[in-house]
Nanobody, 119 residues
């Protein structure tokens, strides 16, 4: 099993910054993908950004140039630096980890952290 613990959400004014952190523990394999999804009220969950254990990054067009995903020195941590925040970034942000074992893909989720961008 894998557990994910997120931190760093909160209330920020438009144009401000926040940094989300996520630490994974449990049975984690060396090859995996970690990242962030978000879900705004009344909308579907969408991928914000992901990063593989090899450092390959995939991020949504809506956050390019504003959000930066990275992995920590402790490889089972992932961060999301969010700059130039907009009201439309308001959502619950969920950390995830995906990995394969015996040919089967498994995904694990954090509990979510609220990000509210408002003046």
């Amino acid at each position: 099993q894998v557990q994910l613990v997120e931190s760093g959400g909160g209330l920020v004014q438009p144009g401000g910054s926040l940094r989300l952190s996520c630490a994974a523990s449990g049975t984690i394999f060396s090859i995996n993908v970690m990242g962030w999804y978000r879900q705004a009220p009344g909308k579907q969950r969408e991928l914000v950004a992901s990063i593989t254990s090899g450092g390959r990054i995939n991020d949504a067009d809506s956050v390019k140039g504003r959000f930066t995903i990275s992995r920590g020195n402790a490889e089972n941590t992932v961060y999301l630096q969010m700059n130039s925040l907009k009201p439309e970034d308001t959502a619950v942000y969920y950390c995830f980890l995906a990995q394969q074992f015996a040919g089967k893909s498994n995904s694990y989720w954090g509990q979510g952290t609220q990000v509210t961008v408002s003046s």
